[in-house]
């Protein structure tokens, strides 16, 4: 049984009856996307392991039934070859498993085709297994047992001008197939279609960077669970000042996501920058009055990732308020992701929109560092880079181009000499989770524009 209240199983059962319907605004989702983020927003409870399931799978079939003939047709590719072995899945085939499937079985081949002249995308798996009703079973290990030499007939009687498969120096997310694998694959075909043989590569990017609009209306509601852990973990419910220590913040997550049955994509990060103290203090330093908090929280729910680092101040005993240096701070970071999200223009390059982003915050007199990137089905997802913390120069994963229906981490830093700290320098870091439609860059669950205020006396 669903454990979910009645009001807010309306916020799903909205965006699952626009999925089930197939037309974008046949409902309207719960949680538009909003530039201003809640304060103290309450968690959105949430669904069980078949709703969550239902989901997964409806989004898929559209994805595949909408998105894949588009991007295959634009890319000029006739056949897409996927292959992945058992718990060594490559970064596209392990999207187009259903919910019920949590690894390839022994060797997954899936086949994407495109017969031409407007026909529907065939969609074939040549595996010992079936793949839910996603794919058509297409090989007989009993006719022909030599699984790589039933691609190889299925794909002669094709006769496909392009044969794409993920191999990529570029990106890892269109390097999939292994050399044993691919070595196998050019020895099962005709010598005259071994030629035909191309890089997939951007192809896979498109289909993972890719977010198709049901996705979209689901994906401020994740972002609202994100930031909503966030808000418990900067509060006094689990910090208390001159006990609680930054590690002591980082295992709160995990075993509050263990309890929601929710995942992290990467280990929480939490840090303290403190007057007097050179950079960020981490690990088992004890969090006191006056520390300024920052973390780094993700949470990997509907297959859908989110990003975000929030800043918090440990009220000292009578301050109401943060310094004002360290608000003036964040508000640096605000007008840099103003900056960065004006200069995204669909066609430019991330070292181009980085380099116009740098220019006009620099002339402003602000000192930032962007180090922005794609995400959804993964955390760093597949799509150009908009600078790296470590390189705020031209980059050859920044080369590709900026496209439309792309979800974003806006994440970017600046500094700041702060008075009240004696003129200390202090990072303020800010990541907040965006979505591109081609024109206009928007926050899914608005953003941090005010320090959060953890008081030193429990409030209680």
């Known amino acids: 049984m669903s454990h979910l209240r009645p009001s807010h199983w309306t916020v799903w059962a909205a965006a699952l009856a626009v999925i089930a319907l197939g037309a974008p605004g046949a409902a309207q989702p719960a949680l538009p996307m909003s530039e201003a983020e809640a304060d103290a927003p309450a968690l959105p409870e949430i669904l069980d392991s078949r709703e969550r399931a239902e989901i997964i799978d409806r989004l898929l079939a559209e994805r595949l039934d909408t998105l894949m003939p588009r991007l295959m047709r634009e890319e000029g590719i006739d056949l897409w070859l996927l292959m992945s072995r058992e718990y060594f899945e490559e970064p596209a085939l392990a999207t187009m498993l ?48 030599h699984q790589w030499q039933a691609v190889a007939d299925l794909v002669a009687e094709r006769d496909p001008q392009t044969i794409a498969v993920n191999v990529s120096d570029a990106t890892r997310f269109g390097d999939g197939m292994t050399k044993s694998q691919y070595d196998a694959m050019i020895a099962a075909l005709p010598q005259h279609l071994q030629n035909r043989v191309i890089s997939g590569e951007q192809l896979a990017v498109r289909w993972l960077e890719t977010r198709i609009p049901a996705e979209m209306q689901m994906y401020p509601g994740i972002v609202r669970i994100a930031h909503a852990i966030i808000g418990e973990a900067f509060s006094r419910a689990v910090i208390t000042p001159g006990i609680t220590t930054a590690a002591d913040v980082q295992w709160w997550y995990r075993d509050r996501l263990l309890g929601l049955g929710l995942e992290p994509w990467f280990h929480p990060s939490v840090g303290i920058q403190r007057e007097g103290a050179e950079g960020i203090l981490r690990g088992d330093e004890v969090i006191q009055p006056g520390d300024l908090l920052w973390t780094d929280f993700g949470i990997t729910y509907l297959r859908l990732n989110t990003d975000t680092q929030h800043l918090a101040y440990v009220l000292k005993p009578g301050e109401l308020e ?139």
């Open 322 to 460: 943060a310094p004002a240096g360290l608000a003036q701070g964040l508000a640096n970071s605000n007008r840099v992701q103003d900056i960065l999200r004006e200069e995204m223009k669909t066609g430019l390059s991330g070292n181009q929109i980085l380099a116009n982003a740098r220019s006009r915050a620099t002339a402003e007199g602000l000192n930032p560092s962007i180090y922005s990137h794609p995400i959804g089905y993964h955390g760093h997802g597949a799509g150009t880079a908009i600078g790296f913390w470590d390189n705020q120069d031209a980059d050859s994963r920044g080369e590709d181009i900026l496209r439309p229906d792309t979800a974003w981490s806006i994440e970017l830093t600046t500094y700041a000499a702060i008075p009240e700290w004696g003129g200390q320098r202090v990072d303020f870091r800010t990541e907040e989770d965006a979505y591109f439609d081609g024109e206009t860059v928007r926050f899914l669950d608005g953003r941090q524009t005010e320090i959060t205020l953890i008081p030193s006396d429990d409030p209680r």
């Open 98 to 145: 259903d919910a019920q499937s949590f690894h390839a079985r022994r060797r997954t081949i899936l086949i994407f085709h495109d017969p031409g002249n407007g026909a529907p995308i065939e969609r074939l798996t040549v595996s010992r297994y079936g793949l839910a009703d996603l794919f058509e079973p297409a090989w007989d290990p009993d006719e022909e047992p």
